[in-house]
């Protein structure tokens, strides 16, 4: 079984009109209220792509609520741990620019904390754990770094995606897969990285301490894949951008969902790249239609090692 895992999930309050003005009304043309944080995307994702998975995290309140009711009009198992705050809620401008507001994430006391861990406990050898989004403060990296050294005792696939210290430190726990974006690869080594050649330079540079696999997303350039056997680079699919709020949720999706099946990495990372892609190009997450129209077009490319 696959889960995921949201720490700080949201409910994303998305309006779109065609000015914002600051310290005045402005009425908005249409509204969408949409349950938010990058785990649940991968969840949405992943439902949408043919896979069963189990969405864990926090949830408290009506806003807590509406996200399980939502994720189980769409068919998504949930297993929430309630707290004591209101789940929180992102307000997301699209105007002529894009403006976001986002809430402040709950509190998550010990016990909550242990009974997350109960449940990570009674993962089997072949299930798949994701840890996506931001890492609240009040959990200490202790956690997450036990998190991350079960997975690996239990033989459980441990998919990262996550940025900041947290990332720093769970890099060396030899997770299956993570997905830092060119800054965030970047911050790992105190650098800049401006191009292809440098990322996967870096992201060999994590093989090499134990993660299986990299994926770098690069925006408009595409993205980057980094094993111990291979290095390649994807160029996606050329469309209009409506929205990027989840592309690279959609894009970790693409990849197990293609993963779990035919166990290759780079038939995954096309399906993957096409899955971000797909996402980009609508207001909400990608439907499979949409990912199978893509796949012919993302070109992949095999590298060969920048030694600078």
């Not at 779109?16 to 249409?30: M, V």
């Not at 840890?131 to 990262?160: H, T």
Request: proline share 4%; net charge negative.
């Amino acid at each position: 079984m696959i889960y995921t895992c949201t720490i700080t999930p949201s409910i994303d309050y998305t309006t779109y009109l065609p000015d914002f003005h600051k310290g005045t009304l402005n009425r908005s043309n249409e509204v969408f209220y949409y349950p938010g944080g990058k785990g649940i995307n991968v969840s949405r994702v992943l439902k949408r792509l043919g896979v069963d998975n189990i969405a864990l995290g926090f949830a408290g309140g009506f806003t807590g609520n509406y996200i399980e009711q939502f994720l189980m009009k769409e068919g998504i198992d949930t297993d929430f741990i309630q707290t004591d705050d209101i789940t929180r809620i992102n307000v997301k401008i699209k105007a002529q620019e894009e403006t976001e507001l986002n809430g402040p994430g709950p509190v998550i006391n010990a016990q909550q904390q242990s009974a997350l861990m109960n449940k990570i406990k009674t993962l089997k050898t072949g299930d798949w754990f994701v840890l996506a989004g931001s890492l609240p403060e009040s959990i200490p990296q202790s956690f997450f770094m036990e998190i991350a050294s079960i997975c690996n005792e239990q033989d459980v696939r441990f998919v990262l995606d996550t940025s900041g210290p947290a990332l720093k430190e769970l890099v060396h726990t030899e997770p299956f897969l993570i997905k830092p974006n060119e800054h965030e690869l970047g911050e790992l080594f105190d650098t800049i990285i401006v191009n292809k050649q440098q990322a996967s330079y870096y992201a060999k540079k994590l093989v090499n301490q134990g993660v299986q696999h990299v994926i770098v997303s690069m925006g408009e350039e595409g993205a980057l894949l980094v094993t111990k056997d291979l290095v390649v680079s994807a160029e996606s699919p050329k469309g209009k951008v409506v929205n990027t709020v989840g592309s690279g949720d959609s894009l970790i999706s693409g990849f197990i969902a293609s993963y779990t099946k035919d166990k290759d990495a780079e038939k995954a990372f096309r399906y993957g790249v096409a899955s971000g892609s797909a996402t980009a190009f609508r207001s909400d997450l990608c439907e499979k239609c949409d990912v199978e129209e893509l796949l012919e077009q993302v070109l992949l490319t095999p590298m060969e090692q920048d030694v600078t």
